[in-house]
């Protein structure tokens, strides 16, 4: 070998290329293409059923969003999307909802500020507690249980001793009974069918014919002195015996009476059908007749029984000698011990859990967020009180004030109970003025540049007001001003509109950050479609609404890159099943002629039925600022530069950090030209020029100043195609 072979990183200085002889190989660090700051972070700020208020958060796919601020209205028992939020607000449907904003939308970044439409505040305490096991029950007669709440003297169970089956106690008869044989009575016990009985001539003393109807019966029937006696099985009002005469007298004959005798259950006001299958709904209900105490059934067939004390009450039980209620019912580990308010298992307090006042039990409210309860010990009990935000249950803007003290919680809850008390008693439901500022303080919250809403380059607000358009526009202007990223602010014309109302309406918004939509769209929301217009206010049959054009184009343009049009076939739009139906409106081409022209972004359904928007305009009517896609791709550049300067800052300017400087920049704008990859291209052509050395003085203020043109890629909005048809034609071939 005659020289070294040698690599190195870069290009070695000359005393090391010549102190031996050597083959150098520099393996250069590749160049790494600069790609620029994201462009696709969509913000979207609205009502939901769970999570943080005016709290900036960016959500992770649709389980990280329904984990934090929960999905449409809220599951009680099997039953779903029960008491959604914003019904109906400004004569539209859902104006206001963010989670039927949101549906569809799966931009590669998704932020939520949800909007704070609370009317009160409620205080819910911790109650002691206990849990049976779930029903149904197979209680005794005899069964007895003492129950202590607070400490205090012992309350005991009502007595079951007075549920009983069904009976019929005959008359007594002689020995002659005047049967010749072949009479026939019929007989029902309980849910069985009936039973023909059939006596023989022998059949004529009382003993005989006990003896003769328990053959045929398979029991039910005894001897009672000199009389025949009918028992049911079931111990319980839902017990009872039909007797009735097949043969005409007979059952005169042997003491008893065609009749429908039926059995009792009656305790405490609650009803026992059967003692053997008692539901734990009745069970709750006889144990919170007693002073003191509460009872419920929670939705896994349980009984909750609670001292009716919040923070310091306590709950025991104690069987009474010989009997077995609180093993019949799940209780025998619990037997002599007074548990605490304050300590028991974690659990939580879910959103949409509903309270209302004693008095009437409406209106009615539901919690607006999920309060999680740790585990509570006797070392480490739990807090005392958990205060949580509520709304109206019907969220229409109908919902009166309260009329009286918010005091009972109207949902059990699976784990623990809670007394509930309002402390901030609930208001008539927010007016339209008052849910427009509870928007504004929303958007202000995006504002803060420490907040993740700093990287939003696309904001979508769930309610349509002629205020919060306002406010969304200048938030855009706003956010882009000071320190955040370049945003840009979706909006619409109020459902139904007709043209010459959004031409007019437009007007009120113009600016290049505001890119508004008419007419809207309609899509079928399946959790609408489930419940139809049982669900009430907002619900549809088939489950198509009309949602507004804003929410689809916000998305478009947060998935396609910046310098292209959102208006060309993406094949994001498979969810649009059309326009919404505005009256006495053809959207003909003069319409979209007169859209475009006054700023409106206009959706419409082209002549292979795929849904578009027609022109990508924005509401700016400036020469220069009119599209969307330069809007988009001038914040995409503006921010990523200044995303690339930042390590330079307040750095020496040395001659050589200028020149990094512009290979910096010369590297990302080499980039989107992509001279050496045709196919990457994304823009036309570009100028960087360092215009501190022509300005010394800006250098010696500590100023590097650079000047950037960009021309940009324009769209393929028209084709020109120049025809002549006919017989004749001279076609002319080249040679």
């Known amino acids: 070998m005659t020289a070294f072979i040698r690599r190195f990183r870069e290009v070695p200085p000359l005393e090391t290329l010549t102190e031996i002889e050597q083959i150098a190989l520099v393996d250069a660090t590749p160049r790494t293409p600069t790609t620029g700051v994201g462009s696709g972070a969509l913000l979207l700020v609205g009502e939901f059923e769970d999570g943080p208020f005016n709290e900036p958060t960016e959500v992770f796919g649709e389980n990280d969003e329904f984990a934090q601020f929960g999905g449409f209205g809220y599951t009680y028992g099997s039953q779903r999307y029960q008491n959604p939020c914003a019904r109906r607000h400004l004569g539209e449907a859902w104006n206001g909802n963010g989670f039927l904003k949101g549906k569809f939308l799966r931009p590669p970044r998704k932020m939520i500020v949800r909007v704070d439409t609370s009317v009160g505040t409620v205080r819910f305490s911790p109650l002691a507690s206990l849990r049976t096991s779930p029903g149904p029950f197979r209680l005794e007669t005899t069964d007895e249980m003492d129950i202590t709440p607070d400490g205090g003297g012992a309350v005991s169970f009502p007595s079951l001793a007075g549920v009983l089956a069904a009976s019929e106690t005959g008359i007594a008869f002689g020995d002659n009974s005047g049967y010749v044989g072949g009479e026939q009575i019929g007989v029902t016990i309980d849910n069985n069918p009936e039973v023909i009985i059939t006596f023989r001539p022998g059949d004529i003393t009382a003993a005989q014919v006990v003896a003769r109807m328990q053959q045929q019966l398979g029991g039910n029937v005894s001897l009672v002195g000199a009389t025949v006696q009918l028992d049911g099985n079931i111990v319980g009002a839902a017990g009872q015996i039909i007797t009735r005469d097949v043969t005409a007298g007979a059952l005169a004959a042997i003491g008893l009476t065609a009749n429908t005798f039926t059995g009792a259950g009656l305790v405490a006001g609650q009803t026992i059908n059967d003692i053997t299958s008692v539901s734990a709904s009745v069970l709750a209900a006889i144990i919170d007749s007693l002073a003191g105490i509460s009872a419920f059934a929670d939705t896994a067939g349980r009984v909750a029984i609670a001292s009716d004390t919040p923070i310091s009450g306590t709950i025991q039980v104690d069987d009474d000698a010989g009997t077995s209620l609180a093993a019949n019912i799940g209780l025998t580990d619990q037997l002599g011990v007074a548990v605490a308010a304050l300590v028991g298992p974690a659990a939580t307090i879910p959103a949409g859990t509903r309270v209302s006042t004693a008095a009437t039990g409406q209106p009615r409210w539901v919690t607006m967020r999920t309060i999680p309860i740790p585990e509570g010990t006797s070392e480490t009990p739990n807090e005392a009180n958990f205060d949580v935000e509520v709304r109206p249950e019907l969220d229409d803007g109908s919902a009166a004030a309260a009329a009286g003290a918010v005091d009972t919680v109207v949902d059990v809850l699976d784990d623990r109970l809670f007394s509930v008390v309002d402390i901030s008693a609930p208001t008539a439901a927010l007016s339209e003025n008052q849910l427009d500022v509870r928007y504004e303080t929303a958007f202000d919250a995006t504002l803060d540049v420490a907040k993740v809403t700093r990287n939003a380059t696309h904001s979508l607000s769930a309610r349509r007001s002629d205020a919060v358009v306002r406010k969304g526009r200048q938030n855009a202007i706003d956010a882009s001003d000071n320190g955040n990223r370049g945003r840009k602010f979706h909006t619409r014309a109020a459902f139904l509109q007709t043209p010459a109302a959004a031409l007019a309406d437009v007007v009120n918004y113009r600016h290049d950050r505001t890119f508004y939509t008419y007419p809207n769209w309609q899509a079928r929301i399946p959790e609408i479609a489930e419940l139809g217009v049982a669900g009430g206010i907002g619900f549809t049959a088939d489950g198509i609404i009309t949602i507004g054009a804003d929410g689809p184009l916000a998305y478009i343009n947060s998935v396609i890159p910046p310098e292209q049009n959102p208006g060309q076939d993406t094949g994001l739009l498979g969810f649009v099943l059309g326009l919404e139906p505005v009256p006495s409106a053809d959207f003909t081409m003069a319409n979209y002629i007169a859209f475009k022209a006054a700023g409106i972004c206009a959706p419409r359904v082209d002549q292979r039925g795929t849904p578009v928007y027609q022109s990508e305009v924005t509401a700016d009517l400036t ?113």
């Open 623 to 735: 020469p220069g600022r009119t599209t969307q896609k330069r809007r988009k791709m001038a914040d995409f550049i503006q921010d990523s530069v200044a995303v690339l300067l930042l390590p330079f800052s307040k750095k020496l300017a040395t001659d050589g950090r200028e020149a990094a400087i512009d290979a910096v920049l010369d590297n990302f704008l080499g980039g989107l030209l992509s001279a050496d990859q045709p196919e990457l291209q994304r823009i036309r052509a570009y100028s960087l020029v360092n215009t501190t050395a022509q300005n010394p003085e800006l250098g010696r203020r500590g100023i590097s100043a650079r000047k950037v043109q960009v021309q940009l890629l324009s769209s393929l909005d028209t084709f020109l195609v120049d025809t002549e048809i006919g017989e004749g034609v001279v076609v002319v071939t080249e040679a």
